[in-house]
Each structure stands twice: as C-alpha cells, then as structure tokens.
C-alpha cells in the first residue's frame, strides 16, 4: 500500500484566497484524522470521520475552516478565506479499528503534511 | 497545564550513548503512541502500548499504566536518530475512540 496521500505537499497563497488540502487514507482504515501543527501549538487534531461521517469537530478553529469525506477513499480540508495565521503543516492520518481487551483504540498512519504559508 | 507532559524538551547526546524521553499524562488513557517526526519530514509511529514494554530494534517502550507515565529509551544512540519525539495519548471513555492528545515533543540531537 502508498500509505497515506496528501496534496498538495507545498501550498503559497494569498490571504483571503481558498485553500483545498486533500486525503487519501489507507484502503480499508475506518478512521480519518485531519491535524495542524504549528511550532507555537504543537499538533492538534482539527477533526476526524469514522466511515465517513464527522465525530468530533471540536478542534476546527472557526466557520472558516471546514472538512468532507464524500467516500472511503478520500477527504478535504478547505479554507475560507485564508488567513496568515493559518500558515502551519497539516497533517491528515488515518487508521483501523482494532480492539483488545475491551479497550478501543487506534494506530495511526500520517501522511507526509501539507505545509500551507498563507501570505 | 497540559494533560500530556514530556521532558527534556530539549536533549543533546553523543553518538552512543543511551537516551531516555519521558512522558506523563494526567487523563485514564486506552493506551499510548510514540511517534517520530525527522527534520522536514512526516511522522512515522513508533509504538503503541497499553501496558508492559515493547522493544523494537534499539528503541525500548515502557508504560506503567498507575503512574500514568512512560518512557522511550535509545540504546547506543545514532545521528540519525536525531528527530523530534512525540508522545501522544489515546483518551479512555467516551465516545472519541481514536482520539489523540499529543505532548510537546522532545528535541533529540545526536551529534557524532
């Protein structure tokens, strides 16, 4: 398998202009994680889908961000308008569904990051 | 304060010798993921423990779940084991299966 697929890998933009970062997790994971990292923040999970449907949206920032999975193998996050502090590597992973023992979670497999510099 | 605490932050060693990083928590967890990010580069999971110790090559995981506390130990470290170290902690509970809360990371740097 490629793993997971992020693009584009590098993105510049003008503030106020769109912006479309895209997924494609592992065939068959269940879950899909989208992140920011920031040197200030550290990683921060934004939000995530469990076959397909949005769980926790808690950490997207404000209404200008928002995120879709319209099948298993893909998903986007898109910004609108961009703004400078939105410059920061973001990460979508993806994982299975594995239990043990009762207990319920996850390994998760990073893409390679988008690294966003909003001007 | 954050729910996931690593220390150093920062850590300089000479090829060779054995590194520890350390992380504590203050939440229940499922269990816990160490993961690695080089210079520029992705991440890549390391291990993923709820108990006990796992070991993979030179890399040794420890997690002592009543201490909410684990370690990752290097043994004869290398320079290309410099990278940032991520400890990151899967919440118990709840209906967020899945969901990370991750520490700081520790800046490892290996010099030769």
């Known amino acids: 398998d490629a793993g997971v697929i992020q693009s584009p890998r590098h993105e510049v933009t003008e503030m106020g202009q769109e912006v479309t970062l895209r997924c494609k997790p592992i065939s068959g994971h269940d879950y899909l994680f989208w992140y920011r990292q920031t040197m200030m923040r550290g990683l921060e999970l934004l939000i995530y889908?469990?076959?397909?449907?949005?769980?926790?949206d808690s950490g997207m920032p404000e209404d200008r961000f928002s995120a879709k999975m319209p099948n298993a193998s893909f998903s986007t996050l898109k910004i609108q308008p961009s703004e400078p502090r939105d410059s920061a590597v973001y990460f979508c992973a993806s994982s299975p569904w594995i239990t043990t023992s009762g207990s319920i979670y996850n390994e998760q497999f990073f893409g390679p990051g988008t690294r966003l510099t909003v001007l | 304060k954050n729910e996931v605490e690593q220390s150093p932050q920062n850590l300089t060693a000479q090829e060779g010798e054995f590194i520890t990083i350390n992380c504590s928590y203050s939440?229940?967890?499922?269990?816990l993921h160490w993961l690695q990010q080089h210079p520029g580069g992705g991440i890549v999971s390391l291990f993923m423990?709820?108990?006990g110790k796992k070991k993979h090559g030179r890399l040794i995981a420890t997690i002592n779940i009543q201490e909410k506390h684990s370690s990752l130990h290097i043994t004869a470290s290398h320079p290309r084991d410099s990278a940032v170290y991520i400890c990151?902690?899967?919440?118990?509970?709840?209906?967020?299966?899945?969901?990370?809360?991750f520490g700081q990371g520790t800046i490892l740097t290996v010099h030769p």
């Open positions: 939440v229940g967890i499922s269990a």
């Open positions: 990151a902690v899967f919440n118990a509970g709840g209906t967020s299966y899945g969901k990370l809360t």
């Open positions: 889908f469990n076959n397909n449907v949005p769980i926790d």
């Open positions: 423990l709820s108990s």
